[in-house]
């Protein structure tokens, strides 16, 4: 028997050095390892099951006997996916080979239950491409004419870009099956909370679609007069979205790329709302041309379903949002079961607005998946963006994801009743640009559970920083009540590290925001710009934290007034706060794309040593990763 807890623990030593990466001996990388439970402490209910499948057919859209009146067994594939979601049963499955898929997969049917699924599966190692986007045909395109392109520029602009040609391409109706992106602008359906006096409003007029050369987006511009200008290439659509005008990239022509268009608002939908167990695998989804959230509809959609699992996908090149999950919006009817999507091991990226929502996100596992390049539309101020965005958030675990280069979005936003025992754990926030916070919790109540996360390099956009409190953020709440933010390590947070704001006036159900009950303890703040913490009122609570680099007064209490800003140990005096908090001389730099954490303890204060944050008895360390994804 001991010889057995002897080898188990050798299985375990192997097991973390293969998920966290090499490490000093002395250093546990993340000092608690059950990450699987929720806010409340109690174990996150996993559903799945082992699928055995009654029956499996084949899609392959390049084998020459492949057709759609064929039966789908590996001998005689379909041609489309379409095909397969037309006929599959509960316990079914659809294998598909390598290749292009320019279509909408639109399920008829869901599963009966965990052991029961539907599933589309790329075949293992196959590279499986759904696309929303059609061809532009180098033959099709003309000179531009009609239009003075050069009506407003200066005389010396007109001198240097005379050589210059503005191509343009008539568009063909059957192309688009009813939906034509170019000829619907982005802008939000309900616009109830939109505040147009603070949004810049270009990106909302913008059209839907987009045009991209050998794989790469081409800018969109509002007038004519604007491509001629654009060195690194630019389009423009007329009023009707039927012909667009397109300058090329150093002068070149529509010869010179393959060129590609936006044909399809989603790419995997089911046919009727509230459709369960639905399992998608190994597939990458790419090019869709959908408008602002809300109503939420993604490049790949749940349609109001429950119980999916989308698992090994890519998610790329989204003109507004990657994945909706939830009930659509707040006017929707709510479907009798929803939620209890487990979303994993996917990178989402290149999405104009969101990666992920969900309104009504209930019971969601969302594990080892990497949100990158999210939010680059510039609508923030729209308040529906962000890598995750949930509204109504319950018993939801956000695990082992890593977060970067996010702009103009939180890298995870909880809104409206979307903390009910909630938890955001193990995860990378890194380099993220927002006019609120890496995570933002907005008019949310009961118990959600922030630990364990590494938030580094987290900034405020440039034209909203000075006199701005509320952008490049760690975390942020606002009206929010019994938020837990502990064990957590912050790097170069250019504003805030903590922040909370009272909110009264914002009526959730019979009451305003308190913002009272939430507990900072046993975090390191690393070069916190404003502050490490801000309070809104005395009614909360920090302890056990470790500050290095902090400017004065880095922390906060607003009321009563005055506003204090205190340091730590006036904090312990008024207080009785931080009775076990340390001041520190610590250096630490992340490189975003790697992923490795160089930190370097100098402080006598410390002993050498910090015990606060997502490490254990952590000393100097040289180029670790901390990738936490399996």
């Not at 936006?262 to 459709?275: A, I």
């Not at 890298?411 to 409206?416: E, F, I, P, S």
């Not at 949310?444 to 364990?452: A, F, I, K, T």
């Not at 701005?468 to 504003?495: M, P």
């Amino acid at each position: 028997m001991k010889n057995n807890k002897s080898m188990f623990t050798i299985i375990l030593i192997c097991l973390s050095e293969l998920l966290y990466g090499q490490q000093k001996a002395n250093v546990e990388i993340f000092k608690n390892i059950n990450d699987g439970r929720l806010a409340n402490g109690e174990r996150f209910k996993i559903w799945e099951r082992e699928q055995k499948f009654s029956r499996t057919y084949y899609v392959d859209t390049n084998d020459p006997v492949a057709a759609d009146t064929n039966d789908g067994s590996e001998k005689y594939p379909f041609k489309t996916i379409s095909r397969a979601a037309e006929i599959l049963q509960p316990g079914n499955r659809v294998i598909i080979r390598e290749g292009l898929y320019r279509e909408t997969v639109q399920p008829r049917k869901g599963g009966r239950g965990p052991g029961q699924m539907i599933s589309y599966e790329a075949e293992p190692g196959a590279k499986v491409i759904v696309s929303g986007s059609i061809i532009l045909e180098t033959g099709e395109w003309s000179e531009g004419r009609g239009w003075d392109y050069d009506r407003d520029l200066s005389e010396n602009d007109r001198e240097r870009t005379g050589g210059i040609t503005i191509w343009q391409y008539d568009l063909n109706p059957s192309d688009f099956m009813g939906y034509n992106p170019f000829g619907m602008v982005n802008l939000l359906h309900e616009r109830g909370a939109m505040d147009f006096k603070e949004v810049i409003p270009d990106p909302h007029f913008k059209r839907r679609g987009m045009i991209f050369l050998d794989g790469k987006p081409l800018e969109q511009v509002l007038a004519p007069t604007a491509l001629l200008l654009k060195e690194e290439g630019a389009f423009w659509v007329e009023h009707n979205g039927m012909r667009i005008h397109a300058r090329f990239p150093d002068n070149k022509g529509p010869g010179d790329y393959v060129i590609e268009a936006t044909s399809k608002e989603q790419l995997f939908v089911p046919v009727r709302y509230g459709m369960g167990y639905i399992r998608i695998k190994g597939i990458i989804f790419r090019h869709c041309g959908n408008g602002f959230p809300v109503p939420q509809r993604g490049m790949v959609s749940s349609n109001r379903g429950h119980h999916w699992i989308i698992e090994d996908c890519i998610i790329e090149w989204a003109n507004s949002l990657g994945m909706d999950l939830g009930n659509e919006m707040w006017y929707t009817e709510p479907e009798p079961l929803i939620g209890y999507h487990i979303v994993r091991n996917n990178t989402i990226r290149q999405c104009g607005i969101a990666g992920l929502e969900a309104y009504r996100g209930i019971g969601l596992l969302i594990e080892d998946n990497l949100f990158e390049e999210i939010g680059w539309q510039d609508a923030e101020f729209a308040w529906e963006s962000g890598a995750i965005k949930l509204h109504r958030a319950e018993n939801t675990l956000i695990r082992r994801n890593v977060f970067r280069y996010i702009t103009h979005a939180p890298g995870v936003w909880l809104d409206y009743l979307s903390s009910k025992n909630c938890r955001i754990t193990y995860n990378v926030f890194t380099t993220i640009t927002t006019a609120l916070g890496a995570v933002y919790v907005e008019v949310s109540r009961h118990d959600c559970l922030v630990d364990h996360n590494i938030f580094h390099r987290i900034k405020c956009p440039s034209w909203i920083a000075e006199g701005y409190d509320r952008g490049g953020n760690a975390c942020i709440g606002s009206g929010t009540d019994s938020v837990r933010f502990e064990n957590n390590l912050l790097i170069d947070i250019e504003s805030t590290g903590y922040a909370s704001f009272l909110n009264p006036n914002r009526m959730v159900l019979s009451r305003g925001g308190i913002a009272r009950f939430h507990k900072v303890t046993d975090n390191v703040f690393i070069n916190c710009g404003k502050r490490a913490i801000e309070f809104p009122n005395i009614y909360n609570y920090t302890d056990g934290n470790l500050y290095s680099k902090m400017p004065p007064g880095y922390i906060k209490i607003e009321y009563p007034p005055p506003a204090l800003k205190l340091d730590l140990e006036s904090c312990r005096k008024i207080y009785g706060w931080e009775k076990e908090g340390r001041i520190g001389e610590i250096s630490a730099s992340l490189d975003a794309d790697s992923l490795e954490l160089s930190i370097r303890v100098s402080s006598e204060e410390t002993g050498g040593i910090i015990k606060a944050g997502p490490f254990k008895n952590m000393t100097n360390l040289q180029q670790t990763n901390i990738d936490p994804r399996k």
